[in-house]
């Protein structure tokens, strides 16, 4: 029989056990080993059987079990001391408040220390038992707000709560992904409804077309000291296909995903009012959105500034200079299938007239996705360029993809060469407490990994003995080699296996064999299967008599995504094989739970991606903080930090046109350095039975990468580089909307003067036709300026390099300083520069808008340059 209702019942905790609720209500548990080990005491074998998740702990304890430890003076002791821990570490003052107290708060950009941020991002992974994430996306917005609140930085992260969540996955008999969507309850998960004062749920609405308006509830997590706010719309009163609008995490039509997008956009500004005005929490000055998918909070905060809002009524200009102020835009696809772009007409039907924001234009909106540059599609809309025209400040997640984005999104800023195109980056980074192993973390005991000094943690790797780290490695291949044996068995009984088949199990995978992991998302260009080129070849690897290798492969593909699942089952395939089955796995259902076993285990990490498509990969970061070596493609952040001696570079044929030759050649490339460096290096030992180049490399990996690859580093440089000048810039605007205005009207006069200003001549002098180093080049530049006034314009001398063509490469530039002033709107722009290089060097003269609110030299998209 089927039940016609369901909920959870709750436990009364004895009043000496009040605080294991309040534990269990703050996911800092997730990350904080002394706590879970509290929960570990309440029940040692039902931890294990929840997957280490508290409220399912406390709702299935059993009461003489609870009056048991109630009447435990030891553990009545232990717990106050875990909540007044906890207490310490919300409430005290952190690496944030410390330097804004101090004043040092600001980077090289300056700014100001901000009240609050908000983050916004689709999927936020921050424990197994919230899955509430698809993959590296939301890992890494999980590790965002986790490394906030160890800082203190004061974060609210923006999200949706999805019925589903992702999906589970299984594989068939013959290897084929099978997907299932388990319903989560939110009662059972470690988040609380946001209720008003009067205890009714506190909601948002959103105007639909054709009505009535979308409802969500608000459930909050606390991460830490950061909340996590997430939008339900399972709401009573909302129709069939509103309450689906949360149904699951990147599934539905194109105008399933466009609701999920203005609920997450629209609806999470609004959430964010309510919140604050229900828990006096501050508000964000400074709104950063995680990818594309949250843009649409960007014509929310319009929509508040005008007369239709209640605002102060700012005209739709004036409103938009204060928003793009204080707004951080953050693309983390390098390729353009991984933006959403939806068809012009359905934008048009959510935003026109009586829309989800009402009194912004819709025609100003539609102008803001447009593609209306050269190679652009007119009749769709992209949500990364609505992105980067609502933000003032934007970035990719890794130097190379810095570059990768400034390529891809020059059509922008046609008038500027590439390298100026107002794209940064910010090398993303994990977070140690979720990641490491705690026995990593005891082998440099006392030392802290996220303290302000953590090149001392990783340092104190040195001083370790040899064989005090390799009988730790061993330990953590050993606890791999066990979970992936137990995975391996139930996903074989999905399978249809009977137990009398699975006998081999028990010796699949070897504790002293050389580990290779591989696991992440299933899309083409990761290249799940590069290591399959050669069967014959990666057999005799897998085999080899002294030297063997075995690897753990774990990975989703998008349900729709029949191409992903095809390579899945040709890698099962091979993995059934019983030759080589105890070699090589693959492990279904790769989430958190997975990954905290794996990430230490292994001994190398591989990643094969199509190089430049790999925007971070913070999956080899993650091995890294555990003492595993990195093998991979130079891509993403491997292309940042690779030196030589923390891991393998395998060589990239990028260029080639031919696929499957570059393919043959990197596959190769893999299976050398596997061959005739990784594994005769793992295998090269002492008489003690220590591989000390390996434990060399391993150290190094520790030294060089251990202080880059950390969340906290990451999060410290969004605060300094783009939080805080945000914050600067939006105060500057908003005191009074003075500074917006004038800021809206100065845009204006500049861009309908630009079409006569003009660099009309330019004389030089101080070098002959053969000058060497040390001279100096005098340049004055006549230019017309129309009915623009010199202060309004930044007039540049722009050398370096040249090359046969006169194509200025790697160049710097020098302000030039206004000379004299004649009829007309004509100046004389006087400036000089030293001649430090040798080599062929050109020059030009050029002219810019210029103030004091642009946060680059190519905001406005023009400049002036020689006839």
């Not at 309040?22 to 800092?28: K, V, Y």
């Not at 696809?333 to 934008?347: C, N, Q």
């Not at 007119?378 to 980067?388: L, Q, S």
């Not at 094989?577 to 990430?599: G, K, S, T, W």
């Amino acid at each position: 029989m089927r039940a016609i209702r369901r909920f959870t019942v709750r436990p009364v905790l004895p009043a000496s056990l009040g605080a294991l609720n309040e534990l269990a209500g703050n996911l800092r548990w997730s990350w904080h080993p002394p706590t879970q080990d509290v929960f570990a005491a309440v029940d040692a074998e039902l931890w294990e059987s929840t997957g280490h998740d508290p409220v399912r702990l406390l709702a299935s304890v059993a009461g003489e079990r609870l009056a048991a430890l109630a009447a435990d003076e030891g553990f009545v002791a232990r717990l106050e001391a875990a909540r007044a821990d906890l207490a310490a570490y919300v409430d005290g003052d952190r690496w944030y408040q410390k330097r804004t107290a101090q004043g040092t708060l600001t980077g090289p950009a300056g700014g100001a220390a901000p009240r609050a941020i908000g983050y916004f991002s689709p999927e936020f992974g921050i424990t197994a038992v919230l899955p509430q994430y698809s993959g590296g996306l939301g890992i890494l917005a999980g590790d965002h707000l986790k490394a906030a609140s160890d800082l203190g930085v004061p974060i609210i992260g923006v999200g949706l709560l999805y019925r589903h969540g992702y999906f589970r996955q299984s594989l068939s008999r013959d290897g084929w992904q099978q997907e299932t969507y388990p319903v989560l309850d939110p009662d059972e998960l470690p988040i609380s409804l946001l209720r008003e004062e009067s205890g009714a749920p506190a909601t948002i609405s959103i105007a639909m077309p054709g009505g009535p308006d979308l409802l969500a509830r608000i459930w909050v997590a606390s991460v830490g000291r950061v909340p996590l706010l997430m939008l339900d719309t399972d709401v009573e009163g909302n129709p069939e296909h509103y309450v689906d609008v949360t149904d699951r995490l990147y599934g539905g039509t194109s105008e399933h995903r466009l609701r999920q997008e203005l609920l997450l956009g629209v609806g999470g500004v609004r959430a964010l009012r309510v919140f604050s005005r229900l828990t006096g929490h501050p508000e964000p000055e400074v709104f950063h959105t995680n990818e594309g998918h949250a843009g649409f909070l960007g014509l929310e905060r319009i929509r508040e500034l005008t007369a239709a809002a209640g605002g102060p009524g700012l005209d739709f200009d004036t409103a938009l200079e204060v928003g793009r102020a204080s707004t951080v835009f953050t693309t983390h696809t390098p390729v353009p299938a991984g933006i959403d772009r939806f068809e012009r007409t359905l934008v048009e039907q959510y935003f026109s007239e009586g829309g989800a924001t009402p009194g912004v234009p819709v025609e100003r909106i539609l102008a803001l996705g447009a593609e209306d540059y050269e190679g652009g599609d007119g009749a769709v809309f992209n949500m990364a360029v609505m992105g980067f025209r609502l933000a003032q400040r934007a970035n990719g997640v890794s130097q190379l993809h810095g570059e990768v984005s400034r390529g891809m999104f020059r059509g922008l800023w046609p008038a500027f060469d590439e390298a100026e195109v107002p794209i940064t980056s910010i090398t993303n980074g994990v977070h140690a407490p979720t990641w490491v192993a705690r026995e990593v973390f005891g082998l440099a005991e006392g030392a802290d990994p996220d303290s302000d000094d953590t090149g001392a943690f990783f340092a104190a790797a040195d001083d370790v003995p040899g064989a005090r780290v390799w009988e730790v490695k061993r330990a953590l291949r050993l606890r791999l080699v066990e979970d992936a044996r137990a995975r391996l068995a139930r996903s074989w009984a999905e399978r249809g296996a009977a137990p009398a088949e699975l006998g081999w199990i028990d010796s699949a995978l070897d504790p002293d064999v050389l580990t290779i992991g591989f696991a992440r998302r299933v899309p083409s260009y990761k290249r799940l299967t590069l290591m399959l080129r050669d069967p014959d070849r990666l057999k005799r690897l897998l085999l080899h008599p002294e030297r063997p290798v075995q690897l753990v492969i774990a990975g989703k593909s998008h349900p729709a995504d029949d191409g992903g699942k095809r390579l899945i089952q040709e890698m099962v395939r091979f993995a059934d094989d019983p030759e080589v089955r105890h070699r090589i796995v693959f492990l279904p259902n790769y989430d958190i739970a997975m990954a905290q076993p794996l990430y230490p285990g292994c001994d190398v990490w591989l990643n094969n991606p199509l190089r430049p498509y790999e925007a971070c990969g913070t999956s080899g970061m993650k091995a890294a903080l555990n003492g595993g070596l990195n093998l991979s493609i130079l891509d993403g952040w491997w292309d940042e930090w690779y030196d030589g001696r923390n891991g393998w570079a395998i060589p990239s044929a990028d260029g080639l046109d031919d696929a499957d030759r570059r393919d043959d050649l990197e596959a190769s490339a893999l299976y050398d350095l596997l061959e005739n460096q990784v594994a005769p290096r793992f295998y090269d030992v002492d008489a003690d039975g220590v591989p000390t180049g390996w434990v060399e490399m391993l150290r190094h990996t520790l030294r060089s990468l251990g202080p880059k690859v950390l969340a906290t580093r990451m999060v410290r440089d969004y605060v300094l580089e783009l939080y805080a000048p945000a914050t600067g810039h939006a105060r500057a605007l908003n005191s009074d909307y003075a500074g917006a205005v004038d800021l809206a009207a100065w845009k204006r006069r500049v861009l309908a003067a630009w079409p006569d200003v003009r660099v009309e001549h330019v004389e030089s002098s101080g070098v002959n036709d053969a000058p060497e180093v040390g001279a100096v080049l005098t340049t004055r530049a006549f230019v017309a300026l129309g009915g623009l006034d010199p202060q309004d314009v930044s007039v540049q001398l722009v050398h370096g390099r040249a090359d046969a063509e006169d194509r200025i490469l790697d160049h710097d530039h020098d302000e030039l300083t206004l000379a004299e002033t004649y009829e007309g709107g004509r100046h004389r722009f006087d400036g000089d520069v030293s001649l430090t290089h040798s080599g062929a060097f050109g020059y030009t003269v050029r002219v810019l808008p210029k103030h004091a609110l642009l946060a680059s030299d190519a905001e406005l998209g023009v400049v002036a340059l020689p006839l």
